[in-house]
């Protein structure tokens, strides 16, 4: 069965540009979940959809927005990008089973110059 | 706002021994998930806990959530330096539905 697939791997971005970014989750899992990582906040959740509804939603800028097809996959966008939007990127998708834990992407590594 | 803390930060033994890392927090979690990150990838589920006391084992890994769910351990015997990299414990609340809280994590690294 094939994981979670994001894209693109990796991406450098000028300061004030935008950006969007992509998931595929698991076959058959509904909902999906954006986390940013960075050395010096660790893993911090962005926002999670399910069936095509943001479920959830931490606790960052309006500048990120994300969303769901009605095919599970996901996209995450960020405006007017800042110096410190750098990070990995990484998507989790769940079947929301109680228990059954997320299996994440590999990510993907934002650079803002 | 419910925090994870692990500890330590970093570790860095010798193949062939034992490690504890701790995971605590004053909050309850309703689950508690450990996950393994190597660089340049995602984290990689190792195991999800639900019972406070609830103790469970794959291989050389054991892992334990606390009597009242706010605390978790990840023991690893024998390292093998296939082991190293970041460990990361997360909590699922039970007020927050499905976003995790996640530690800051342990580096841990195995020489041979």
């Known amino acids: 069965k094939a994981g979670v697939t994001q894209t693109p791997r990796y991406l450098i971005k000028t300061r004030g540009q935008q950006v969007t970014l992509s998931c595929s989750p698991i076959?058959?899992?509904?909902?999906v979940s954006w986390y940013q990582q960075t050395p010096g906040q660790g893993l911090q959740f962005l926002f999670e959809?399910?069936?095509?509804?943001?479920?959830n939603k931490g606790n960052f800028p309006g500048r990120f927005s994300g969303r769901q097809f009605s095919n599970s996959r996901s996209e995450m966008n960020v405006s007017t990008l800042e110096l410190g939007d750098s990070a990995l990127y990484l998507c989790?998708?769940?079947?929301?089973?109680?228990?059954?834990?997320?299996?994440f992407g590999s990510g993907t590594r934002l650079t803002v110059v | 706002t419910q925090l994870l803390e692990q500890s330590p930060q970093f570790l860095s033994i010798q193949e062939g021994e034992n490690l504890t890392v701790y995971c605590n927090s004053s909050?309850?979690?309703?689950?508690l998930q450990w996950y393994r990150q190597e660089p340049g990838e995602g984290p990689v589920l190792l195991v999800t806990?639900?019972?406070?006391?609830e103790v469970k084992k794959l291989k050389r890994l054991t892992f334990q959530f606390g009597d009242a769910r706010k605390d978790s351990s990840l023991h690893i015997t024998a390292a093998q330096p296939g082991d190293t990299g970041l460990y990361l414990c997360?909590?699922?609340?039970?007020?927050?539905?499905?976003?995790?809280?996640f530690g800051e994590g342990t580096q841990l690294t195995v020489n041979p």
């Open positions: 959809y399910f069936s095509e509804t943001q479920r």
């Open positions: 806990v639900v019972t406070g006391g």
């Open positions: 989790a998708s769940s079947s929301a089973a109680p228990g059954s834990g997320y299996t």
């Open positions: 909050s309850v979690f309703s689950s």
């Open positions: 997360a909590g699922g609340g039970e007020t927050s539905g499905s976003r995790l809280t």
């Open positions: 076959s058959g899992h509904r909902s």
